[in-house]
Structures are given as C-alpha cells and as structure tokens.
C-alpha cells in the first residue's frame, strides 16, 4: 500500500492508495452488501456512483465469484431469465 500526501488550501492530509484488484474488489463488494443490506448488483451500482466511475470501467475487477452472485441477484430481479441450477449446489 502507498500514500499520497494531498494539501488543499491548507494542512496537508494522507490518502491510502492500493491498487484494486478483482479479490479486493470482491471484499469491497461483500462488505456493502452486509454493512449497507444491499443485493451485490446494488452494492456494485452503489460503489461506482460513490467513486466517479462507469460500470464498464470495473468489468476488470469481477472475478467468477461475484459474477455468479450478480447473475443471481439479476434473474432474482427478473432482469435477466433464470438459468437451471443443480440442487445443493
């Protein structure tokens, strides 16, 4: 992890700097869902607007995991048809 020293008008403050990876995107992603009640798809929607950032810019990040999760909430939510699933699994 890096810093950077930021000065704005006045005392100078340190931002934590790390480079997003797509596990550390999917740690940010779980974290919204348990801490904000929100679905994967809303937690992902929720950190691209709080961050600046277009939903194709984070495609890079979304490891199979979290796509799963995503493809559930979306045919949960009927954007998507649903797909058979085995049991148990």
């Not at 992603?29 to 950032?53: M, P, S």
Request: glycine share 6%; charged share 25%.
């Amino acid at each position: 992890m890096g810093t950077a020293e930021v000065r704005i008008g006045g005392p100078s403050f340190y931002i934590m700097t790390t480079k997003m990876t797509p596990k550390r995107f999917a740690i940010v992603i779980d974290d919204l869902v348990r801490d904000k009640n929100l679905t994967h798809l809303e937690a992902v929607i929720h950190y691209c607007e709080h961050h600046g950032l277009e939903s194709n810019t984070i495609t890079r990040w979304i490891d199979k995991s979290l796509k799963e999760k995503l493809q559930y909430d979306a045919e949960s939510l009927n954007y998507l048809p649903k797909t058979s699933r085995l049991s148990g699994l």
